[in-house]
């Protein structure tokens, strides 16, 4: 089975949030990461956590990591059209792991 | 700095042929990472490098595929006698390990198909 699994596609109203969920299951994972790619584009970091953390925000961005149940997520503030986009959850101990992406959809 | 370019971006063949793809990395990052994405999937890792050392290698997908990392700068990757199913995109990613977490940044990729 897969490592790292999210729900594949997201649709939410311009300027809502959006809560994109992540599970992973080696917990030996150093660090997690979320990624974002836009149509025929690389993947541009957004922001990553520490496995001892349990809470970054970053401007609109807040990510919560629950170590116990092995559960990431990715929280937009205030989604615009811009943020239309697949994101990736990533994780790492020796190498990077990722998810197959969710689709986010901002709807105007 | 400008971040990790790849060359080309773009690249179609006919099946049998080989295949060359560049990466130049960030210039003060010490490790390079190559990847494959297909469609609707994340990118699967492929191998990596810690300056001109390939330190994993046995996740590359066959043995058509090689990777090489002369200088400790930039790398290629080489696909050999290409099959349809080698149509993706390959992505190219560094970091350092000295600094943010040994984060890795992505360039924009090559996508290659094979007709």
């Known amino acids: 089975g897969e490592d790292v699994e999210q729900s594949l596609f997201l649709s939410v109203r311009e300027g809502d949030s959006s809560v994109i969920n992540c599970t992973y299951t080696d917990s030996s994972s150093t660090y997690l990461y979320w990624y974002k790619q836009e149509p025929g584009a690389g993947l541009q970091l957004l922001t990553y956590?520490?496995?001892?953390?349990d809470m970054k925000q970053d401007q609109r961005l807040t990510v919560l990591l629950n170590k116990k149940d092995k559960h990431l997520s990715l929280r937009i503030a205030d989604t615009q059209t811009g943020d239309s986009a697949i994101y990736f959850c990533?994780?790492?101990?020796?190498?990077?792991?990722f998810g197959a992406g969710t689709r986010l959809t901002v709807k105007p | 700095d400008t971040g990790v370019s790849q060359d080309p971006r773009h690249k179609i063949t006919k099946r049998g042929q080989n295949v060359t793809f560049r990466c130049d990395p960030i210039s003060e990052h010490n490790r390079l990472y190559w990847y494959r994405q297909t469609l609707g999937q994340g990118p699967e890792f492929l191998t990596y490098f810690q300056n001109e050392a390939q330190l994993e290698k046995s996740r590359l997908l066959s043995d058509r595929f090689s990777a090489e990392r002369p200088k400790g700068s930039f790398s290629t990757l080489e696909i050999q006698r290409t099959e349809q199913g080698d149509s993706a995109m390959y992505l190219c990613?560094?970091?350092?390990?000295?600094?943010?977490?040994?984060?890795?940044?992505f360039g924009p990729g090559t996508r290659l198909t094979v007709l």
């Open positions: 990533a994780e790492r101990d020796n190498d990077m792991r």
């Open positions: 990613a560094s970091s350092s390990l000295y600094s943010g977490g040994d984060t890795q940044y």
């Open positions: 956590i520490f496995s001892n953390m």
